[in-house]
């Protein structure tokens, strides 16, 4: 089987998560390839059998190049096994975010739908969204809520 994890990351937890589950999919039958939408590699999707598709989730919508991918991708990817996954900090809107972020086609269609948790690294951050994040979020360091188990179980789903 071979296994397109296509993802778009700001600050590098959705690229994580990305890594992560292709870790938790890997077995001796499976190619999988993990590919960054911002990297303007391009994807031949005649060559997988699934596509997993992940973004990360700022004020309630994804990542630009997710949803672009998805728009011009829809009918070839409606002939795939599909999984699709978000990183946000809201964990009490995470399946509206999940609903409202991707077309209602592959929602449809989905093997898998997944919260991945979150990562505020304010290293990464600029001044602006920095300020923004420790505002909003109250904190004052990096801090890391990656779901380990969220993302062993989408895996687990994707393998039946």
Do not use: H, W
């Amino acid at each position: 089987m071979s296994i397109l994890i296509a993802y778009a990351s700001q600050y590098g937890c959705t690229e994580k998560c990305a890594n992560m589950l292709s870790v938790n999919l890997k077995d001796n039958d499976s190619l999988i390839s993990v590919v960054d939408l911002g990297s303007k590699q391009k994807i031949a999707l005649n060559n997988y059998d699934t596509v997993i598709i992940g973004g990360p989730i700022t004020a309630g919508k994804i990542n630009s190049k997710v949803k672009k991918f998805c728009a011009g991708n829809l009918p070839e990817l409606l002939k795939k096994k599909i999984g699709l996954f978000i990183c946000g900090a809201s964990v009490e809107e995470a399946q509206k975010e999940l609903s409202d972020n991707f077309p209602q086609e592959l929602l449809d269609v989905a093997a898998a739908k997944g919260y991945f948790g979150y990562e505020f690294n304010l290293e990464k951050m600029n001044f602006a969204i920095r300020a923004i994040i420790k505002k909003i979020s109250k904190v004052d360091k990096s801090v890391s809520n990656i779901l380990e188990d969220n993302i062993k179980d989408f895996a687990a789903s994707m393998k039946t």
